[in-house]
């Protein structure tokens, strides 16, 4: 069962989004925001895929991709955001290699949503 | 000195006439035939003719007829035999001055011949009045210009004539001419003191030229227009400065210019200086209102501009703000309506509900999209396209759906366009935009006609449809954001199509006309402009 790591400052989204992959048979921890998604990451906790929101108070996602490059570990990441904060990030997702096809706008219908995670852990 | 013409079959009448006149200080010249009397009406210039009805050969009255052709200010007096009275009324109407009959009384013709010279310098006083009236009459250049010379070849009997003019170089130009033909008019320039006309600028003195240059051995230089006869050349002068010139000439009439034409050709100068004066300073004067009034129209436009321009920065900072908040409600309104329905519901009304709440969602969420789209200030990638390529990519994409409608995509692709530097992501959402506006607008089917050209710097794509066109007041609203006119409409479409054409320094402009079609027209410069 693959494990997924949501990080969301909205309560209520990560919720949903973690009954939905329940559902869908995946294995949901929540971190209600940057800091704690890379406490999470700092441990030996296996995560198969990060589902990230970019704006967050305090810590962004996008300090969440830095560091987690910087402790060199990779955990296959699918962003899920705000269409004016991707573009905020644009330039610099580019270069961390975040590429289009890993970012998913808000809101997202919950299916696409598990095509681009299921594609992402490329399984069918 | 005024000069009479006699012509009269009878040597003995001549005669008297002849020295009778002479003694009265006349100057006089004589022809016993009609014919005669021509070839001497035709080379000279008289200013008065006593002619006999009753000649041999050619009549009076025929004569009497080409006089008043080859020089119409010569005034005759007819001499008539007993008998020939009514002939001689006749005359009258066909221009004669008097008649007198014969036998002579020689007080009689020359009181005559004096009523005769006062009425001819009356004429030539009015002709001067009239020349000054017609000259102030109109302010345009090119009418002003050909009335002088019109007037200046009727005073002065002449039957060719040019005004030449300085141009910005200071050249003369040929501003008007009769005789001169189209290529020369337009080649010819001339530097002062170059040619008769450049000298005469120079000089600032009137010519008369007679027979050609060869008798003048100011012009010995100078190779003239061989069929001038005699010619007069004056400048144009107003307060002290050279307009430019004026020549007449005589290229038929043999008669040469002579010094009382000069005087009065310098009077149709000094006139026409000041008209040719007037009318520049006139068109000077048109040409800088016209130009302000552009300047107002510009600006104006510009200001509207601004201020469309402002209004849209304004509301693209307000939608980026407002998409950003109302995304994450959104989400959890749809997340949780998706949840609910992915539960096993038993009442069909809420499962129904539910389905409303998430598909109003997603339309919501395609709504602040497409704000989002029009009002960001796009960061996407500028490349280097085909633009019929790229335009083909959506015209295929859209014409099977586009078929099953009945709407036809006529390709009148320009050939050999050049590349040109866009971000075509969303150029091609504006082709999108725009097969969609004239597909809807197209209900019973129709046509769409693509056409690309390239012109001045420029790549120009016009839609045009055959669809239902729009009235002037849906035309006048249709870039105002939230404008629709269909059911399930933003009000989006034209302005994101007119904000991303913008932002490549283009222009866009709608034709249309309420059941005529309507016609989408982009240009964009294939120089990009610098992003402001």
Redesign the interface.
Known sequence: MHKILVVDD?Q??AN??R??LV?MGFEVMIAPGGAEAIAILHTDTPIDLMLLDM?MPRVVGFDVLKEMKRINKKVKTVILT????A?LY?DDLAKLDYKSEDIV???????NLLDAVKKKLEIA | MSRILVIDDEPDVVQTLSHSLGRRGYVVETALTGEDGLVKARSGRFDVALLDINLPGIDGMQVLEQIKTVSCDTEVIMITGYGSIETAVDSLKKGAYDYIQKPIPIEKIALAIEKALERRQLAETVALYEISKAVFSTMEMDDLLKIVSDLAMKVLRADDATIMLFDEDKKLYVAFSHGLSERVKEETRLALGERIAGWVAMSRQSVILIDGLSDDTRFKEIKGREAIKSSMVIPLIKNNDVLGILAVNRMLIEENFSKIDLYKSNIIASLASLAIDNASLYRNLSSTVEELRRTLVELSTAQQQLSQSAKLAALGKLVADMAHEVNNPLMIISGTAQLSLMEEINNPMLENNLQTIFVESRRAKDIVQRLLKFSKPSKGVFTEVDINASLECIACLVENQFRLKNIIIRRNYGADLPRITVEDKQMQEVYMNLFNNACDAMENGGTITLTTSHDDGHIRIAFEDTGGGMSDEVKASILNPFFTTKEHGTGLGLPMCLSIVKTHSGEMDIQSQAGKGTTVIIRIPLKRQAEQ
């Not at chain 1, 705000?82 to 904060?85: F, I, N, Q």
């Open positions: 909205e209520k989204i949903i989004l009954e939905f559902k704006k705000g269409s004016v904060d573009d644009h706008y808000k809101p997202v219908d919950l299916f």
